[in-house]
Nanobody
Framework: QVQLVESGGGLVRTGGSLRLSCAAS????????MGWFRQAPGKQRELVAT???????NYADSVKGRFTISRDNAKNTVYLNMNSLKPEDTAVYYC???????????WGQGTRVTVSS
């Protein structure tokens, strides 16, 4: 099974930017659609962005226009560029394979994003 390792989180002020990376131990091309999820304290994990094997993207309304998901199949890596960050974006961010909006693989350790006001 492909292992996923997230990185790039940190502490940033409101309006700042971060770039998250998700490195896969195997071929991303074989996985298909990938997604970024996040889980804020006391809340359920939610899907924020997906990218298909042909780079078709979808976003949750809460991040549309601010976040951009991309993938580099040659590097087996998925990225999440986050701009205009808000305190409500504070969460642990995870990547996973996605099928019909649901995660299908094992979860990694995630990467924590904290946005200060």
């Amino acid at each position: 099974q492909v292992q996923l390792v997230e990185s790039g989180g940190g502490l940033v002020r409101t309006g700042g930017s971060l770039r998250l990376s998700c490195a896969a131990s195997g071929s991303l091309f074989s996985i298909g659609t990938m997604g970024w999820f996040r889980q804020a304290p006391g809340k359920q994990r939610e899907l924020v962005a997906t990218i298909s094997s042909v780079s078709s993207t979808n976003y949750a309304d809460s991040v549309k226009g601010r976040f951009t998901i991309s993938r580099d199949n040659a590097k087996n890596t998925v990225y999440l560029n986050m701009n205009s960050l808000k305190p409500e974006d504070t969460a642990v961010y995870y990547c996973n394979a996605v099928n019909r909006g649901r995660p299908t693989g094992s979860w990694g350790q995630g990467t924590r994003v904290t946005v200060s006001s």
